[in-house]
């Protein structure tokens, strides 16, 4: 893989949940691309497994590994197994997460006649369904929480390391249908904040990559029709990024790699960095 510029990390093991997805699995090629051995945890190990593939096919080191990041034993279970081929992580990319139907509106915004509306599948704010809510901010929040407690307990015994958490745009500022997940990942971007805090005495340094709006398989129905022309949502997300596109997986990378390297991130702890093509900067005037 191609990087931008290279960073050290000869002698790391890194450890990216969600490995299997778009941009996760590009965070890892590059992580590899610098040295470091990566272990892809995905909930589904073939994902997993042809990132490893691709990495290794490539001169990288990488093996895949199934993980659930909300069962307390399969990432407990995952870590024995990635210290037994590679020891303890030194990094930790958080990058699973995603969104679900049940915790999204069918409007971007209440009218008085959405309050007799009884049609299928019709979903107001008064019609969420706290099951669909809890997942989606348990997937988000916890799936970053949970993991974070079970890697960096070496990182704390040894001699520190880095984490590095996936927030979103709809930290800064939510966008319309999605309250849980915006939610969820506004409690990433504080629980970032706290970690950074909590962490430092033991030398680990805890950052956030905030993606602006980048076409992943969980969103490309909804900014794109089957043609590859832009929906309404796509065309108003481009309307109001100033650089007028979605990212590329790869403008991730420089960020990541940045943050990562403790030689030229060293000092910077707590931080939520936007990658967005201005959309956090855009008043929308």
């Known amino acids: 893989m191609h990087v931008p510029f290279h960073v050290d990390l000869k002698n790391q093991v890194a450890v990216v949940t969600g490995g299997g997805g778009i941009l996760c699995s ?28 691709a990495i290794r096919a490539g001169g990288g080191e990488a093996c895949g590994f199934e993980c659930n990041v909300l069962d307390i034993d399969s990432i407990k279970a995952a870590n024995a197994a990635i210290e037994a081929v590679y020891g303890p992580a030194t990094i930790l990319v958080n990058g699973a997460g995603g969104n679900h139907p049940k915790g999204t509106t069918s409007r971007e915004q209440l009218t008085k006649a959405d309050l007799g509306h009884r049609a299928e599948g019709f979903v107001s ?15 988000n929040f916890l799936g970053t929480l949970l993991p974070t407690q079970v890697f960096t307990r070496g990182m704390a015994a040894g001699q520190g390391g880095t984490v590095i958490n996936i927030s979103s745009m709809n ?14 990942k506004a409690a990433v971007s504080n629980f970032t904040q706290w970690l950074a805090v909590h962490l430092a005495p033991v030398h680990i340094r805890v950052n956030a990559i905030a993606p602006g709006f980048f076409l992943t398989d969980q969103n490309r129905a909804l900014l794109t029709n089957a043609d590859g022309s832009l929906t309404a949502r796509g065309k108003t997300i481009q309307a109001h990024t100033p650089m007028g ?15 990562v390297s403790g030689q030229a991130a060293g000092f910077v702890t707590g931080t939520v960095i936007p990658v967005d093509g201005g959309f956090s900067a855009f008043s929308g005037v």
């Open 26 to 53: 590009v965070m890892a090629e590059a992580l590899a691309a610098c040295g470091a051995r990566v272990a892809v945890l995905d909930l589904r190990k073939p994902a997993a497994d042809k990132v490893a593939d």
């Open 125 to 139: 704010f008064f019609d969420l369904d706290p099951a669909g809510i809890q997942f989606v901010f348990n997937l």
């Open 171 to 184: 930290s800064f500022k939510p966008l319309t249908k999605i309250p849980a997940y915006s939610a969820a």
């Open 245 to 259: 596109t979605f990212g590329n997986p790869a403008d991730l990378v420089g960020a990541l790699l940045w943050l």
